[in-house]
């Protein structure tokens, strides 16, 4: 099972860099589950003021927004994509990176959010998606 994790946090914490001893504490943790063949990828996003911009459809037109996105009340900062068992063992990898940042940035305000991932035939809500989305949706880049 392939869940995404979601760090999200005020724009205001995106402005400030992260405690360098969280940084190498997320990396160690980024390796290890590496190495375990459980971490399938992961990144940090720049604040939105730095080259973020939106495209959204709305009216059968499409719109374009620069950020920064001042609107929103919290802005993805960063994610990661596991290869897990079970929800619970995705649910264990979340803490314990947002443990991290208990012990290393106590003062910073967020949360993890832990999506399973689409992943065609295996996904039980498969049925309610139309034949010809499933088949775009089992492309590599989708899962």
Do not use: Y
Request: net charge negative; hydrophobic share 40%; with cysteine.
């Amino acid at each position: 099972m392939r869940f995404m994790s979601i760090v999200k946090s005020s724009e205001e914490h995106r402005m400030s860099a992260p405690p360098q001893a969280l940084m190498n504490a997320v990396g160690k943790l980024g390796d290890e589950l590496t190495r375990a063949g459980v971490m399938v990828g992961m990144g940090g996003l720049l604040p939105s003021s730095m080259g973020g911009f939106r495209v959204r459809q709305q009216g059968r037109k499409l719109a374009i927004t620069d950020g920064p996105f001042t609107e929103a009340k919290e802005l993805i900062g960063g994610f990661a994509i596991f290869e897990v068992a079970s929800r619970d063992e995705a649910m264990e990898l979340a803490i314990r990176f947002m443990e991290l940042h208990l012990e290393h940035w106590p003062d910073w305000e967020g949360e993890t959010e832990v999506r399973q991932m689409f992943e065609g035939d295996g996904c039980a809500d498969a049925a309610a998606v139309p034949e010809a989305s499933q088949q775009a949706l089992r492309q590599p880049h989708s899962c």
